[in-house]
């Protein structure tokens, strides 16, 4: 299985909502990350975790809340939303504490709408 | 600080047509280079990759890229281009170990946008 899997593919929410988005793997990866991604834009890297523990937060507002409850699972719980948080949410997977960064395994995103 | 070039932001073929994207490199060691190919909506796949060896290297759905040291490129290559290539395509380098952090940050350049006329 070298798959990403991202659940929703889709999310409408409120600026009220409280949602979260999940993303899977079988890879025995040990490295997951966030993305998120405009329109006509690169993905720009949110957060990493390695081991099941936080590496990096790009200064990502705290209305984003990341979780890594196993190695296989990684979410990102969504409270009180802007509109201007739309985007495509993407995550990735990798080998864990590594060097360099020799391999990428994207899932297929979640089209992330705030009303 | 690596970065990504990218420099044409919208290229337009005729389908049949030979393809070249360009990617340009900022990297300080030997880099760790990717292709990825998006549809509309969709996620990030990888069509080729290259790490070290061979300087040309084969990719999925015909792609091809050769990487340049003294040119500090790596351009995408497709000797005939087919209407279901109309995507946006990434070029990225993977990071080095940065400030003791090892997380291997991927730097994506601004992304190029195919369209194929029939």
């Known amino acids: 299985d070298t798959e990403v899997t991202q659940t929703p593919k889709h999310l409408v929410m409120g600026m009220t909502n409280k949602k979260s988005l999940k993303c899977e793997q079988h890879?025995?990866?040990?490295?997951m990350y966030w993305y998120k991604q405009k329109a006509k834009k690169p993905p720009e890297l949110m957060f990493v975790y390695s081991y099941e523990k936080l590496s990096i937060n790009e200064s990502v507002p705290s209305r984003f809340s990341p979780e890594c409850p196993n190695s296989s699972l990684l979410n990102l719980h969504l409270h009180a939303l802007q509109p201007e948080d739309s985007a495509l949410y993407l995550c990735?997977?990798?080998?864990?504490?590594?060097?360099?960064?020799?391999?990428?395994?994207f899932g297929q995103g979640t089209r992330l709408t705030v009303v | 600080a690596q970065s990504v070039t990218q420099p044409d932001i919208h290229i337009t073929v005729s389908e049949g047509a030979s393809l070249e994207l360009r990617c340009n490199y900022s990297y300080g060691a030997t880099p760790y280079l990717f292709w990825y190919v998006q549809s509309p909506g969709q996620g990030l796949q990888l069509l080729l990759k290259?790490?070290?060896?061979?300087?040309l290297v084969q990719g999925i759905k015909g792609f091809e890229a050769e990487f340049k040291r003294s040119q500090s490129s790596f351009n995408l290559r497709k000797p005939s281009v087919h209407w279901s290539d109309a995507a946006e395509y990434f070029c990225a380098v993977g990071q080095t170990n940065a400030g003791g952090t090892s997380y291997g940050k991927l730097t994506f350049g601004q992304g190029t946008i195919l369209t194929v006329h029939p």
């Open positions: 990735d997977s990798s080998q864990g504490k590594i060097l360099l960064r020799t391999e990428a395994f």
């Open positions: 890879m025995g990866h040990r490295a």
């Open positions: 290259y790490f070290s060896g061979d300087t």
